[in-house]
Nanobody, 122 residues
Framework: QVQLVESGGGLVQPGGSLRLSCAAS????????MGWYREAPGKQRELVTT???????NYADSVKGRFTISRDNSNNTVYLQMSRLEPEDTAVYYC????????????????WGQGTQVTVSS
């Protein structure tokens, strides 16, 4: 129905930057919230940041001031600019979209991307 494709992960040194992208496609009528989550080895998946269709953002305390989420509604794409990266940011980063697929029914569904690895190491 809806596919989310992430890109932009990789290996970066502490203090460096990376930009993640996530493009949504398929049976999309409207996307409400888009966001990024991450899952580090041995830990539960956690919220990193979200953005509404109107541009209202929310950040985890651990990334405030370092990460910036943005969104291109015309292309159903969300971005995550990560700066001043720390080893503790190492994780698989997942994109999530809350999507209304049918204009006749006001029902939202959660869709996830496949994840992209971010490794912060010297």
């Amino acid at each position: 129905q809806v596919q989310l494709v992430e890109s932009g992960g990789g290996l970066v040194q502490p203090g460096g930057s990376l930009r993640l992208s996530c493009a949504a496609s398929g049976s999309i009528f409207k996307i409400n919230v888009m966001g990024w989550y991450r899952e580090a080895p041995g830990k539960q998946r956690e919220l990193v940041t979200t953005i509404t269709s109107g541009g209202v953002t929310n950040y985890a305390d651990s990334v405030k001031g370092r990460f910036t989420i943005s969104r291109d509604n015309s292309n159903n794409t969300v971005y995550l600019q990560m700066s001043r990266l720390e080893p503790e940011d190492t994780a698989v980063y997942y994109c999530k979209a809350v999507v209304q697929t049918n204009p006749r029914f006001d029902v939202m569904y959660n869709f996830w991307g496949q994840g992209t690895q971010v490794t912060v190491s010297s």
